[in-house]
């Protein structure tokens, strides 16, 4: 099982960003998805797309259909500029995707 | 939650190492661990989970077969045995509390992580 991200994802400050993760049927499985700030360890902030671990802002809002899930990313700050990564469990394995940079303008 | 790995440095290739991950902040006898890497200025790739209690062992395809996880519940840790490494291993290994969300296994906390290098 794979999944698909793109390499990178520009918003300018206070804009809208989104990030896709294709994989086959993805929306059938429990989507995840955390964030690596430079030189940080990740830390997973939305599981389930829509659930998020308290304490995190309510920009971030996750969906997923067919072959596509998606993180949404509302009000841009520049402190959101990270790499984003969704996984998924499947077949007894976690599989990550390659990850996406966000980059605030 | 606080997860310390240790024992990352440089090996040769062929050889063998051992990580640990000393866990506190939480009962680490009820959650299930995981191993999961990344090379230098590349993306996460998940190695390894054991369930709470040792009885559940899952790995990831790159690594089957050279790698096995185990843990120490009256100690708290989490170990990681690599064998016949390549440079291709070389990478930050982090370990990660589970996010206990079943059936899946997923990484919640992560740890800082430890340098490994396979290296002549």
Known sequence: YALTQPLSVSVALGQTARITCEGNNIGSKNVYWCRQRPG?????????????????????????????????????????????????????????????KVTVL | ?????????????????????????????????????QAPGKGLEWVAVISHDGNEKFYGDSVKGRITISRDNSKNTLFLEMNSLRSDDTAVYYCARDLWDPPDYIPESWGQGTLVTVSA
């Open chain 1, 40 to 100: 940080q360890a990740p830390v997973l902030f939305m599981y389930r797309e829509i659930n998020r671990p308290s304490g995190d802002p309510e920009r971030f809002s996750g969906s997923k259909s067919g072959n596509t899930a998606t993180l949404t990313i509302t009000r841009a700050q520049a402190g959101d500029e990270a790499d984003y990564y969704c996984h998924v469990w499947d077949s007894s394995t976690v599989v990550f995707g390659g990850g996406t």
């Open chain 2, 1 to 37: 939650v606080q997860l310390v790995e240790s024992g990352g440095g440089v090996v040769q290739p062929g050889r063998s190492l051992n990580l640990s991950c000393a866990a506190s902040g939480f009962t680490f006898s009820r959650s299930g661990m995981h191993w999961v890497r």
